[in-house]
């Protein structure tokens, strides 16, 4: 499945004041820990059938993606700003 055929579900961003030189190692660190499982590189695939549109109602539906994503920000700003 190619990026442009994907849905846009929301935004989300926050405010990091810090180079973009200190913030880019946090956030690849940060992204690389939530998506892959016991160290082992994970690919993101689709959810299609029944097993998607679960997927679809726990997640999407009670917007517990905008409160995973929020903390997920909110530590790689925490993280990358100065102290």
Not at 40 to 58: D, E, I, K, S, V
Request: proline share 6%; hydrophobic share 40%; net charge positive.
């Amino acid at each position: 499945m190619q990026n442009s055929q994907l849905p846009c579900l929301d935004e989300h961003a926050t405010t990091i004041a810090a180079d973009v030189h200190d913030v880019w190692p946090v956030l690849a660190e940060a992204v690389n820990r939530a998506f892959s499982g016991a160290g082992r590189p994970t690919r993101l695939r689709p959810c299609r059938g029944w097993t998607g549109g679960l997927y679809r109602l726990l997640v999407i539906g009670t917007r517990g993606h905008v409160v995973l994503l929020r903390r997920l920000l909110t530590g790689i700003r925490r993280r990358s700003e100065p102290s």
